[in-house]
């Protein structure tokens, strides 16, 4: 496994999250050595929230930690998180593993079962063999964690380990924000999954929690695509350790958090960011910005269906700039669009204006633009106020090659 | 460029339709020699019904069609098609460029250039050059429609020509019906477009037409996908020549139309059809059934996102039964499904029943059904009474070279 051309030069430096325990092993459902479970402890008082995959199909974790955190109001005590088997399609069979393996997890850290989260990311329709969890969980250590050896123990087809932090301000107090993350397909050969975990040492309710992590989530996770494709076990957690005494906030909206929500943004942007650079067989990363829509939700619907275009994803991959397929795409999105006011542009060269060809259109200059690793997409579609800008890369044999070539 | 593997056997049989004369020419659009004009005339009489791109950047062909279709109510003399320029993304030059084709290719008809209809494919954003039409015009004689050459004109990348027909009765007349098409991705390197022209020597009113074709249409074009990219200038026009004395029929749901409407539903089933055997790169012919859904129209779109969900055409190309892949796919169609009731077949072979995976499950035998070149998945997704079928094919390294590597 060679790593991405998109990767980050290096792990980055992050700051230490007091409260975070974290021990990792390995439960055999690789064959290859590898560790496949990571188990994070935190203290008394810690507090979490979750955003989850809209998949219908769903998860025996994903349903497992909506419903302890509804339950628990957001009380957390432990993570479980294993990767080689998504537990997901597995019916009551898969949800009795995943209540039996975090059974055994709480024994270990002598915690409340019911305050315990799992996460897992790997085969479809396979239900969790709970007896490899429960034998490997005599042998691992806790510790406080360390960042790069527990992004490691979550990746599945990842080419490298991904992470992210941040330090900010509640009121007076210093605070830290730090995450993990893995995923490069939506979901990846046969494996599911976006997994992400971030932690602050803050006190901070659950409820305020779930708001800012909401709100991040969409501009962040919400906002990369690789191929589509949704997975049953997608998860974003969000873990405040209550180490740091810090101001009581009661609303997310209480000014004293916004530095706070500013931070978490870029955390999880920097993530989700990552998840993209790691995309399956990706050469380009590339940003497309739409403007001019009725509203955000409209630019986002125009944004998304440009970014999964098979035709502009090839031609990126194929350095064509080829704007007529993102207009062609543009199109096809069933969004209100003014038609004469329409305009495309790579970087600070426009392709297209007006609804048509713009007049400065420079062939060479565009096809040299296209060599570039980083990609900047401009798009118009109207006079309205909507705008939005997502993430993604483009599709390259070697997708066809990963995804196709899996089991054979 | 080597003829698709599931190209049929041979060119069918067509029945003639009186009343249809083509000419075939060479405006020059492509460098290299081949025909790329298609003008045809009608008798006096005639009438037409068309569907056009749901895309709302649209094109200056398909507005002229619908213009001329509404304010001539259906009557036509006439269609010019040419290749190799799609005449869309071209504001109001590419309008004019269109009416000026259409105003020399009347002369020629001694038509009322207001009965004209246009048709263009290929390049997006480029103005139509009209007098490369003009000057090919004088060249090009009127014949009796030679369906192979006619359809063989109208291609850009498809590997074959495509074309069907079927004979009926309306009351106690007998009538023809045949037709062309072309199309291999939804749209081609750079180039647009699904085009299909349907002929019958019937004596048939445009309302009749009209409500005849949209019902066809939506179990035939409007049921195929090769890669989601609807184009911008997708048209499907019928024409009835009104040359074999038929009842005088005022409502498609006439009983003595009944056969006349099967009939047309076999002709753009067997087209579009074809359009999926010539889609890029491909290697697997793929009919998904979906069953259960809580409507027709649910059904089609879980139908769709499993059919444009990248990770399940790889895993066909790659001859992985992949059904988990399946199960992600319909699960983020954000339609209303029953999870426990998720079921999936491959041909007759259980891979999935009652959401989990299925006890009779044989991986052997489903690996070898992956082989065959034809796959039949039936998916079933709850209790309701919504079906939908829907037809695509695999997605290979070949298309990402076709549609990667066109400029390069």
Redo the contacts between chains.
């Keep these: 496994m060679t790593v991405s051309p998109l990767a980050p030069a290096q792990f980055p430096d992050l700051p230490a999250v007091a409260g975070v325990e974290a021990a990792i092993g390995r439960a055999g459902f690789y064959k290859h050595e590898r560790p496949d479970l990571l188990l994070l402890r935190f203290p008394e008082g810690a507090r979490a929230a979750g955003v989850f995959t ?5 998860s025996a974790p994903t349903d497992q930690c909506q419903h302890a955190l509804a339950a628990g109001n957001g009380a957390v005590r432990g993570l479980l998180v294993n990767a080689g088997c998504a537990n ?4 009551p ?1 898969g949800d009795a593993a995943c209540q039996r393996s975090l059974l055994a997890a709480a024994r270990k850290l002598d915690a409340d079962p019911a305050l315990m989260l799992a996460a897992s990311t790997g ?4 239900v969790l063999d709970d007896a490899k969890i429960a034998a490997a969980l005599p042998a691992m250590q806790l510790a406080p964690i360390q960042w790069r050896a527990a992004a490691e123990a979550i990746m599945t087809t990842d080419t490298f380990a991904k992470a992210a932090g941040a330090t900010c301000v509640i009121g007076d107090a210093a605070v830290s924000i730090a995450g993990i993350a893995k995923g490069s ?1 939506m ?1 990846a050969p ?1 494996m ?1 999954t976006m997994l992400a975990f971030v932690f602050t040492d803050a006190a901070l309710p659950a409820s305020v929690l779930k708001a800012s992590l909401s709100e991040a989530n969409e501009d962040s996770f919400n906002a990369i695509t690789v ?6 076990n997608d998860c974003v957690l969000l873990v405040a350790t209550a180490q740091t005494p810090t101001p009581a906030i009661g609303a997310a909206d209480d000014p004293r958090l916004a530095a706070f929500r500013d931070a978490l943004k870029r955390v999880l942007a920097n993530l989700a960011i990552q998840i993209v650079r790691d995309g399956e067989g990706a050469t380009k990363f590339v940003a497309v910005r739409v403007d001019g829509a009725v509203s955000d939700k409209s630019a986002k619907t125009i944004a998304r269906t440009i970014c999964e ?3 502009v994803k ?2 990126i ?4 700039a ?4 993102i ?11 003014v ?2 006011r ?1 305009a495309v542009r790579f970087g600070a060269l426009w392709a ?1 204006k ?4 713009a007049p400065e259109y420079d062939e060479a200059a565009m096809s040299a633009y296209m060599k570039r690793a980083e990609l900047d997409i401009g798009v118009t579609v109207g006079d309205g106020p909507g705008s939005a800008l997502m993430y993604t890369c483009d ?3 070697r ?3 990963i ?6």
Excluded: H, Q
Aim: charged share 20%.
């Design positions: 809209t998949n219908a199909v769903g997901a399609f597995t019916g069979p085969v479809i329709g396979v397909g979901i046969n599911a191929d589509g494709d949704r997975s049953t275009s098979p035709l090839t031609a991959a194929g350095e064509d080829n704007w007529g397929r207009v062609a795409a543009l199109g096809r999105a069933d969004e209100p669009i038609r004469a329409i297209a007006n609804g048509m060809v599709l390259t044999k997708y066809v090659e995804n196709g070539d899996y089991r054979s």
